[in-house]
């Protein structure tokens, strides 16, 4: 499948700042199962200059600077994406033994451990072991995980926002996508299996019940390693397996490591900030 895509990113001053320094994380990847066939970002004020490098989790990352005063920024990505099958046997079995030793492999160890945002709770190691003890496999651990989120909890926006701890929404059963995929996060290093936090977009040919519209917002989901097989994507907001109807554009450890647009600027200004979404299918 083809998508264009425009993510537009929009902070609004109270009153001018100036020495503005940013990274963004929005370019999608482009891999076996996704290619991203065009790519471009326009900033303003004074569309500066962009310099592009890759981050420890070899991410894109761009970066740019605004060292003279202004009262706006606005920031927009747009990409032409295609997604394609994937061709593996995502259902070979495999078993939690198969995991001994991962936590030890520099490969995996950022992504069985906590981290800024994941918080393994004694609570989240027990509920984990009681999802463990129902599945023969691996695939079936990570789908009572999926079921225990879905059932479990609400989606429910302005419940929390991007600095809500995983501890707080594990408590209240209620949040957005990337809560759900720090929670699932936690549940899932609670047993070791090594999963990581991705950003992007998922499109769907009409709006899910229960949450805003799919192609105006951005997405998270997680992948999990999966011995012999390789890293899957699971979405814990829509409780399925990744196909093509998602673009991905980064991972990490969790969404500190992957924030569309982070940065600093100089100036005792508060920023007001809107981001708009559009996921067109192109095919």
Known sequence: MKYSILHRTIYT??????????????????????????????????????????DFYTNQVHHFELVTAHEKLEVAARSVVETYEDERDLDAPCSLNQLDGLGMDERFYDFVNPSERITILPMMIHEARELAKRSACLQETIAEVLKFIAEGFTYTPGATNVETPGEEVFWHRKGVCQDFAHVMIALCRSMKIPTRYVSGYFYSEKATKGTV???????????CYLPEIGWVGYDPTHNRRVDLHYIKVASGRDYADVRPLSGTFRGESAAELRVEVEVERLD
């Open 13 to 54: 001053y109270a009153s001018p700042v100036v020495d503005s320094y940013n990274d963004a994380h929005l370019c999608p990847v482009s891999d076996d199962r996704q290619c991203c066939e065009s790519f471009a970002l326009e900033i303003d004020p004074g569309n500066p200059p962009v310099l592009k490098r890759l």
């Open 213 to 223: 519209d799919d192609n105006t917002e951005s997405h998270a989901w997680v992948e």
